[in-house]
């Protein structure tokens, strides 16, 4: 399924408090029928890219910014729900909110047309359609909800925009998809009620796939909170949707968002071995076919950051930033002893490699060529020093064998 275009996911301006945003890169792809995207798959790409940086902490939700209603009932946006003179409509980024709220809330096909104090009109485009009552109707609790819950799942504390997969009821609908293989997180409550309420618990796979601005990274000034217990997962206090792909309540809030993810191409990631805390780099800063891989502390060297690229499900290539040369090994050999080194990415199935997360102990992996898924790499010779080089070797489930991945 294609990525979704979107062009504007902005600012939220709510009580006083500016989140503000960021607009992804021309290109993102090109709108689709959403009706046959939601059949066809019973989930939904879409990219996040909300910054928020002050958190949510409004204390009368829409109603202290122009937008009448309070409690359970916010009026229709096409109607008294959003005046030509509130502030929504009169800052650029309170037209950014709207664009925000609307693509939440409308499907694609549908616009909002609204002016300013000064009669200037502006269009803002549905996409996701989790509230398309709200156009004409007030916005129930349901709907407020649904809409809570969209909004906080896009959410990203950095500004970076990253592709994710989201499952709710409603119009995102249900299912999985194998580009995007961990659970992040679900996101719920009610942040149109006096007091708002933003809240979120941890999926299976929160420190996994690790993202920039997402669950797993240490989010500066998030503004949800997780109301069970600080890293709480939500599989011990949510009700599994039925499929087993998100969560049909939390609490008493039955509108729930689930995001799945993937590791990011944009992202450059360090690679860093559980018992020494050195990172995987590129010997020497080579550029060089065949140069070896070693380990190091982390400097923040280029030879010491990968991509990681899903070339199929489960299947990535890690290259290089400093030479763009593909992790791979020796001559082509996966035997105990052979040394990794970097070389041009042809396809080879030394050079594509899986990430076994274990089960048993969190936020580490196993890294392993998928011509030998019994090997993994590892350092090997004198572990604590600097420039032990890395090879491969039969995996025994020692914690030499197992590497962090993180932004």
């Known amino acids: 399924m294609r990525r979704r275009g979107i062009t504007d996911w902005s600012a939220l301006l709510l009580g006083g408090t500016l989140l503000a945003g960021c607009v992804p890169p021309e290109g993102a792809g090109d709108a689709e029928d959403s009706t046959s995207q939601l059949t066809s798959s019973n989930g939904l790409t879409m990219v996040n890219g909300l910054t928020m940086t002050n958190g949510l902490t409004m204390t009368n939700g829409f109603a202290s910014n122009g937008m009448p209603g309070s ?20 800052s650029s980024e309170g037209r950014n909110t709207i664009n925000y709220l609307v693509r939440c809330a409308l499907p694609s096909g549908r616009t909002l047309t609204k002016q300013d104090k000064n009669g200037t009109s502006y269009s803002f485009p549905g996409q996701i ?25 896009h959410v990203n504390t950095s500004g970076q925009h990253i592709s994710l997969w989201l499952d709710g009821d409603g119009a995102i609908g249900w299912g999985s998809n194998s580009n995007f293989p961990y659970q992040e997180g679900s996101f719920f409550g009610n942040i149109f009620q006096n007091p708002p309420v933003a809240d979120f618990c941890n999926g299976k796979d929160f420190d996994l796939g690790v993202v920039p ?38 609490l008493a809030y039955k509108h729930v968002v689930t995001v799945w993810r993937n590791f990011d191409a944009a992202t450059q990631y360090k690679i860093c071995n559980k018992t020494t805390a050195r990172c995987l780099e590129v010997a020497g800063s080579s550029t060089s076919d065949g140069a070896a891989l070693d380990q190091r502390s982390f400097s923040g060297g280029a030879n010491q950051k990968w991509t990681i690229i899903q070339i199929s499900p489960g299947k990535y290539k890690v290259l290089n930033v400093r030479s763009g040369k593909a992790l791979d090994s020796r001559s082509g050999k996966t035997s105990d002893g052979s040394v990794a080194v970097q070389n041009p990415y042809s396809g080879a199935s030394t050079q594509q490699w899986t990430f076994t997360s274990l089960s048993d102990q969190p936020g580490f992996y196993k890294l392993s060529p998928v011509a030998n898924s019994k090997t993994a790499i590892s350092p090997w010779g004198s572990l604590f020093s600097d420039g032990t080089p890395v090879q491969e070797w039969t995996y025994i489930t020692a914690d030499y064998q197992k590497w962090t991945i993180t932004p």
Do not use: H, I
């Open 71 to 90: 409690g359970l009932r916010v009026y229709p946006l096409n109607g008294a729900g959003l005046a030509a003179t509130s502030s929504f409509m009169n």
């Open 129 to 153: 359609g989790v509230a398309p009552e709200w156009e004409t109707s007030n916005c129930d609790g349901t709907c407020q909800e649904r809409v809570s819950a969209c909004l906080l799942a």
């Open 213 to 250: 601005g997402r669950l797993g990274v240490g989010q500066n000034n998030a503004p949800y909170v997780n109301p069970f217990y600080k890293g709480a997962l939500c599989k011990g206090y949510c009700t599994a949707s039925s499929g087993g792909e998100g969560f049909s309540q939390c």
